[in-house]
């Protein structure tokens, strides 16, 4: 059902992007999953570079917090095989790599959020965090962690 929905709307699910350090990413506790933070990363490439307020525009970088969404769900999905298994969407924490005075860390974060319900329902509406902060790894403009039941 996830799976069709996310077909119907054109997005390909890729297959989890490799760590770019010293962690996996992601793992499963009970009936959680908890995915590490991921960046808008697409065929080996950092998509959305540079501080958001200077660099990129909000527009721009609700984009990049979308495509952090769909690597979440890529993370997830290299765990329990479908993205159908999930019950639930509980938390996304998104950090923004924000210039100076840039305070619309929330509406970048819609980027992900809405993006999530609008495949999940009501089984998307989760629980958010949208933090603000100096540098990101690899210049991207956002990174999401999420956690799932499952």
Do not use: W
Not at 4 to 30: D, M, N, S, W
Not at 64 to 82: D, E, P, Q, R, T
Not at 111 to 118: C, L, N, P, Q
Request: charged fraction near 20%; proline fraction near 4%.
């Amino acid at each position: 059902m996830i799976e069709e929905k996310i077909k119907q709307l054109g997005i390909t699910i890729p297959e989890a992007a490799k760590p770019l350090a010293a962690y996996i990413p992601a793992l499963k506790v009970g009936n959680l999953i908890m995915t590490s933070g991921q960046v808008p990363i697409a065929a080996g490439v950092i998509q959305f570079q540079g501080k958001v307020g200077k660099d990129l525009t909000e527009e721009e970088a609700k984009e990049a917090a979308k495509l952090c969404a769909i690597n979440c769900l890529s993370a997830v999905k290299s765990i329990v095989g479908s993205l159908d298994k999930i019950k639930r969407i509980i938390k996304l924490t998104v950090f923004v790599n924000s210039a100076e005075g840039f305070t619309a860390q929330p509406k970048v974060a819609n980027g992900a959020s809405e993006f999530i319900v609008e495949i999940f329902g009501d089984a998307g509406k989760h629980v958010r965090s949208a933090v603000g902060v100096s540098e990101l790894p690899l210049n991207s403009a956002v990174e999401i962690e999420m956690t799932v039941e499952v």
